[in-house]
């Protein structure tokens, strides 16, 4: 299928006074997609960011959207628009008010009809003449979201859109958003650090590490082909034997050794975690590493039990550390 | 702990009855009491001095004194706003630039405002360069008269409005100004439409600090008005020394201050409907 790149970074660094915060990055997403950038605090994902809606300009590289190149021009002249993470309502201004901002700039005629609309998507209907102050959090950020969005951008950027809202909220907003987006059709550039909501969400994940992509693709070939150490621990939990990764879920447990074929080690279980659907045990293996084995639940090992752990050659993941 | 915070704040509850509750008491009285035959007040009680503020000679002063003390505190907003904006936006140069824009403060008053006037007179530092430079030839007349007041006014008003302008402007989240950028609004657009408009109870405190100062304001216009720009303060002041009419001074007291306090109110309700 041949999609059609809306928005395109090409070698974009970004040098602070002391620290080189974006490094060499390339990434091209395809429009219509749900793109996410993943990585831990301080990786430069929300740098990266700000460098594609224009508050700050990259010390070199190029970025490209819809076939023209923006690095240079402001931020009122790209057609992205953010969602920040504290949201950034104008406290003066009401519901209404928000989301006709930047209508008023954008010289439409059936600007009230747009409004009406996008309020509606959003499931705003009717609190049109709220001050953001006097909305919960959730409904902050789907005026956030209404602001943007009605402005029908080519790249809708998030910065961490759900990290404000408690965690029993985030997971239903989680499916509005992904909801939201294929609605719209509208492209979506999502940051965040939190790997199982960028698995959730993403067609596409990069994964960023100190300034730098390290692999980028679908959350499937991240989960089951990480090409480096850190994906591999990032997405999802890992176990690290001689250099080779086994994932929790691949691994057997079993008091006999195991038959011809497989990999293994002996060791001790150290204790089981329960956990509904399946079940944790943490493995004290004979060299001294700890090793976590995910089984269904109902399997009975119980602490200080020896023990067999092993896995399908298959399985292991080699990778650079 | 209750016994606590009355034992401490005792000396300023009888501080503040000393100097401001019962000074006002005496002028409220004195305002109502007739004119003593060598100063000083004397009874019956007489709503007189009250009734003369409408003749149309003090109605004169008290327009000029609210038009000249209006003007100032626009001038002063408009001019502290560009500056308070520019030190919010300074980093880690903030404090310098704070304390240069209060350091007028370490010399009187009355000191800053002679040296205006060797500034500003007709032997003075502006018009002798200009005279011995050949750009005129008579003297400009800077001193004694409105503009010299005015300047003065500005000039020991600015600090007032630039402190509470620039206190506003440095908590405005940065996020917000951001947004509307992102949102398609360009520099001058996020300036009248979020940064202003945020900053209205920064604007609302600094015209109340500048406005209520000026309208009462007397060394001012005394020094750099001459006898003709003649403002409420010298009126009170002159009721009080050489004219001996302690009742009417205190009746003009009075009034200005129920116009200032009413004026306070006025802004404080406006700057929260804002917000």
Known sequence: ?????????????????????????????????????????????????????????????????????????????????????????????????????????????????????????????????????????????????????????????????????????????????????????????????????????????????????????????????????????????MNWVDGIGIRPESALLSRDPPSNGSNGRRGIVAHTTFLGSHQHFAIQLEGGEVFTVQTVAGIAFKPGEAVHVFWEPSDELRLPS | MTRLRTFFLAPSAVLMLITIAAPLAIICVYSVLSRGAYGGVELPWTPENYRRLIDPLFGGIFIRSFALAGIATLLCILLGFPLALFIAQSGTRKNLYLTLVILPFWTSFLIRLYAWMFLLRDTGLINTVLQSLGFIREPLPMLYNNGAVLLGLVYGFLPFAVLPLYATLERLDQNLLDAAADLGARPVSVLIRITLPLCAPGIGAAAILVFVPCLGTYITSDLLGGSKTILIGNLVQNQFTTAREWPFGAAVSIVLMIVAVLLLFAVRRHSEELL
Request: hydrophobic share 40%.
């Open chain 1, 1 to 237: 299928m041949g999609m059609e790149v809306i928005l395109e970074l090409r070698d974009v660094s970004k040098e602070f006074s002391a620290h080189r915060a974006v490094n060499r990055v390339s990434l091209s997403i395809d429009r219509g997609s749900f793109f996410s950038l993943l990585g831990p605090s301080g990786c430069g994902k929300t740098t990266t960011l700000r460098l594609i809606a224009g508050f700050e300009a990259p010390t070199s590289g190029e970025v490209w959207l819809n076939g023209v190149r923006i690095d240079s021009l402001p931020p009122y002249r790209r057609n992205v628009n953010t969602v920040f993470q504290s949201y950034a309502l104008f406290p003066h201004l009401t519901v209404r008010g928000n989301v006709e901002f930047g209508l008023r700039h954008a010289a439409v005629t059936n600007a009230r009809e747009r409004v009406r609309q996008v309020l509606e998507q959003v499931q705003l209907s009717g609190k049109e003449d709220r001050k953001p102050s006097q909305l919960s959090g959730g409904e902050r950020q789907r005026v956030a979201l209404a602001r943007a969005l009605v402005l029908a951008p080519d790249v809708l950027l998030l910065d961490e859109p759900l990290s404000a809202l408690d965690p029993q909220l985030r997971k239903q907003v989680r499916a509005e958003l992904k909801d939201l987006q294929r609605r719209t059709g509208v492209t979506f550039l999502f940051v965040t650090h939190d790997q199982e909501e960028a698995m959730a969400l993403s067609d596409r994940i990069a994964i960023m590490n100190t300034g730098a992509i390290e692999q980028a693709g679908t959350p499937q070939e991240l989960y089951q082909q990480p090409r480096s150490r850190f994906v591999a621990s990032f997405l999802g939990a």
